[in-house]
């Protein structure tokens, strides 16, 4: 008995924490950054690569980080949405192009348009590895005194940006 009986347990336990693990939103992953200070770096600018691009440039205004890649395809999902927010919403969007070939993301930007005032350039990943960045695309909000509060997995849509990402701007904004 026990020995038919013990296969049938271990299988009923698997398809309980399957069922479990399927209920979780993988785009949810906490981020043990958020509410604290945004890691310091200093990286060339991708267009101009004698010219840096650090957190400091990010200070005294709440900042929307993108970080995207020319070879990522979840990103062309994306960056129609932040080339159309660029135009309409005052929004500083800043880029971190992670793990790519420069002249790949200038064609990219140039081809699909450049809604960032600029994009930081991290061929070797170690900036995004320092945000906790696993995958692309991936999108932050820091606050006016560096902190990050907000942390996007995936492409970002619509209803994220006017429900969750503007709002939560507008509410930064406004804070001292």
Not at 56 to 82: M, Q, Y
Request: hydrophobic share 40%; charged share 20%; with cysteine.
């Amino acid at each position: 008995m026990l020995r038919y009986s013990l296969p049938l347990l271990l299988f009923i336990g698997l398809v309980v924490l399957f069922l479990f693990g399927l209920q979780n939103d993988p785009r949810k992953v906490p981020s043990p950054l958020i509410d604290k200070p945004a890691p310091d770096f200093s990286l060339p600018s991708l267009h101009t690569p004698d010219t840096t691009i650090s957190k400091s440039d990010l200070l005294g205004k709440v900042t929307l980080i993108n970080v995207w890649a020319s070879w990522c395809a979840a990103c062309r999902i994306e960056h129609p949405l932040f080339v159309k927010t660029a135009k309409k919403e005052s929004l500083s969007i800043y880029g971190l192009n992670y793990k790519d070939k420069r002249d790949d993301a200038l064609q990219w930007l140039e081809q699909l348009g450049d809604p960032y005032i600029d994009s930081a350039f991290d061929q070797a990943g170690t900036t995004g590895i320092d945000y906790g960045v696993y995958g692309v695309p991936e999108t932050f909000i820091i606050d006016k005194q560096g902190v990050i509060r907000y942390k996007h997995i995936g492409p970002v849509n619509q209803n994220q940006l006017d429900e969750i990402i503007l709002p939560l701007v507008k509410e930064l904004e406004k804070a001292s």
